[in-house]
């Protein structure tokens, strides 16, 4: 058994486990360690941060969470994808840069305003564009330099998609077929009218049957018993206490953390064509908000905002990067139910009203649990994992049957019947499977399989307990059931003659 396992170990498996790992240190000097670096890669100058890399990676990390822990050769394959896109978004940014390629701000607006997803009724909002970025954790700024990224590189996609050139030979070859008539003729045949007047007695199904030993044959099988390792059963069985659950967010918490937010209100009045008489208009309305009168009620009356004014002015609960400068700067420099203003921005002045502010860090177990706890019994459940992989490979060592070993292991013994050279229940056309159970060692001697690794989330070892070699069906229920079927129903070869008796003949 350790002459086996060595065996493996250094067979040709390994050397391609070890070469696909190798290729990217090879050709592209990719260190995954990144020891003492705050970049990961350089394109031309332009170094990749090392936080934009880490970043990409865990979103890739996450889209595979329901798969459990991945291996260690997966994830280095990962990595180096997430670092191929990388280099390839730098790469095209500069070209993009370098050739002159422009988003306006107002082609950005209007993108953003006509995504459905930012939509109520067929118009733009504002509460459900910041909520939905506060929902994946973006700010606005960055979210809206991916939007301009990602036009300009649909300008270049669409500029080299409409781009093309023809050859003279080609364009005469087109003149040439342009005009070009043709005469055809059909013929159809109803090959199943045919074959219902074709006549197949028991003679000729026994003749097609003896002129063709090797067909009809039923393949071999094997049966066998096994013990099987499940990574699902596995976390199923995880149990979670609330102080497994706070101990983990507070090792944690500094993965998810969030900047300060304020809510405030806001009235806006427009420039338009007397920015002086819009300027007094809104120290107006801030003494009279000041001296008590409803902030609402004022934001209702004089809020030329249509996406606030009904809300009383409204803006949610927003970063500091979610909003204009200047106004972002007066809600941030304000306190809890001060009045300040007029604030003026690009798009008026504004008599804003701070309401409410949420201190940064770390953000509150409630919102953040869910993914603790999947992280957490994936961790768990890894452990279990390993624990009974440990405990299967021990109990192989001694056990002479498939009984003795789950005897030791405490695994239930499973039954599989007609399992072929192609495959079957319970593993499917597993190589691995197939190539363990159909060995000399398990087959002939009938010992117990190496544990076969199905997938990352399974695992079994087999003992074969019967053999099936293969036979010949009988002609009746058998071959002649197969003629039945398929290409080899009653007249096909007759109707094959009359395809080619026929075939040539003028309509």
Known sequence: MLQ??????????????LALLCVPFVFFGINYDFTGSNSVAEVNGEEIPMVAFDNAYRQQLANYSEMGELPDQLRALLKESVLNNLVWDAAVQQYLAEANYRISDEMITRAIHNAPQFQVDGQFSRDNYYAWL?????????????????????????????????????????????????????????????????????????????????????????????????????????????????????????????????????????FGDDEAAAREQATAIAERARAGEPFADLARDYSADSGTADEGGDLGMMLHSQMDDALGDAVFSMRQGEIAGPVRSDFGFHVVKLEEVREGGPLPLAQVRAELERELRAEKAADLWADAERALSDALFDADNIEGMAAETGLPVKQATGFTRSGGEPFGSNQAAIDTIFSDAVLEERRISDIIELDANRSVAVQVTDYNEASRLPPVGGARADRQRGTRRPGARYRRRAQRRTAGRPA
């Open 4 to 17: 086996n396992i060595r065996d493996r170990f250094t067979g040709g498996f390994a050397i391609a486990i």
């Open 134 to 270: 506060a929902e994946r954790g973006l700010q606005a700024p960055v979210f809206e330099a991916n939007q301009r990224f990602g036009l300009r590189e649909n300008q270049l996609q669409r500029g080299i998609g409409a781009t093309a050139f023809v050859t003279p030979a080609e364009y005469r070859r087109y003149l040439n077929l342009y005009r070009e008539q043709r005469e055809v003729s059909i013929a159809t045949f109803d090959i199943d009218a045919i074959a219902e007047t074709v006549e197949v007695s028991d003679e000729d199904v026994q003749t097609y049957y003896d002129e063709r030993p090797e067909q009809f044959l039923s393949p071999e099988s094997v049966d066998f018993r096994y013990l099987e390792l499940r990574r699902d059963e596995l976390r199923a069985q995880v149990d979670l206490t609330e102080e497994e659950i706070q101990a983990y967010y507070e090792e944690a918490s500094g993965r998810f953390l969030q900047d300060e937010q304020r809510r405030a209100r806001h009235i806006l009045i427009p």
